[in-house]
């Protein structure tokens, strides 16, 4: 689908994405599901979805299913054990980017249940930060609308913490390359390497993953040249 940039926003629901807008900060998933009601017919997810169907059409015929218990008896260092207890730490449901009217749609299910496993593969955490990291990383990969919408938020969440400047900053640089490096995720079928160690599926993706001393001289340098700037 050849289409101008201009075009992407024909038939966006406006009034919705106002109504994300003003759901996200007190309520980030009930904001991204507006998003989603916003976008449904728009000819920008139209020209999302016909390209993220032809990277992953070796799996239309799959349907995911994530049963949390059963993953918890993976070793923690597994995709499956690491994504399972971070979803129960964080009390999250698999499902909730998945509405009823993606249940039968293979690939708005897959993708509605793919945030999270993303978060795990790429060492992303569930702050705000790590939340900038993962939406950078997707955004190059599927270039959609709703991790514009969530990168949108950038600017106001970087004046309230501009301390952590340097850490979000990072945090989007390191996921827009990773995304850029690898081939298309989408087409990677994390329901059948559940059982595989992270270090493995990261070197199958051909993701690296920047070591913690790495992040603690990020720390460092906000906690040293950024304090005179607290709000």
């Known amino acids: 689908m050849n289409i101008a ?3 992407l926003g024909t038939s966006i629901n406006w009034s919705k994405l106002w109504q994300a807008y003003r759901a996200f900060k007190a309520n980030p998933a009930e904001g991204v599901l507006l998003v989603f009601e916003a976008e449904r017919h728009s000819l920008w997810r139209s020209w999302v979805i016909q390209r993220l169907k032809r990277q ?3 799996l239309q015929v799959k349907r995911v299913k994530i049963d949390l218990a059963e993953l918890m008896k993976l070793p923690s260092d597994t995709l499956g054990g690491a994504y399972a207890g971070h979803m129960i730490a964080q009390g999250f449901n698999p499902e909730t980017f998945v ?3 993606d249940n039968d749609d293979w690939l708005a299910q897959r993708l509605g249940l793919s945030h999270d496993v993303y978060h795990i593969i790429t060492g992303f ?3 705000p930060i790590g939340e900038f990291g993962v939406a950078a990383f997707v955004l190059v990969q599927w270039w959609d609308m709703v991790n514009v919408f969530v990168m949108s938020w950038f600017p106001l969440y970087l004046l309230s913490e501009i301390t952590k400047a340097p850490m979000y900053v ?4 390191r996921g827009m390359m990773m995304g ?7 087409g990677y079928a ?3 390497n559940w059982h595989k160690p992270l270090i493995v599926v990261r070197k199958e993706l051909g993701i690296i993953v920047q070591d913690s001393r790495l992040l603690e001289e990020v720390k460092n340098l906000n906690n040293a040249n950024l304090s005179r700037f607290k709000l």
């Open 180 to 186: 850029l490096k690898i081939k298309p995720i989408v």
């Open 190 to 192: 994390f329901e059948d």
């Open 5 to 7: 940039i201009r075009e």
């Open 56 to 58: 992953a059409s070796h």
């Open 125 to 127: 955490d569930a702050t």
């Open 170 to 173: 990072a945090a989007i640089a």
């Open 99 to 101: 509405t009823k009217n």
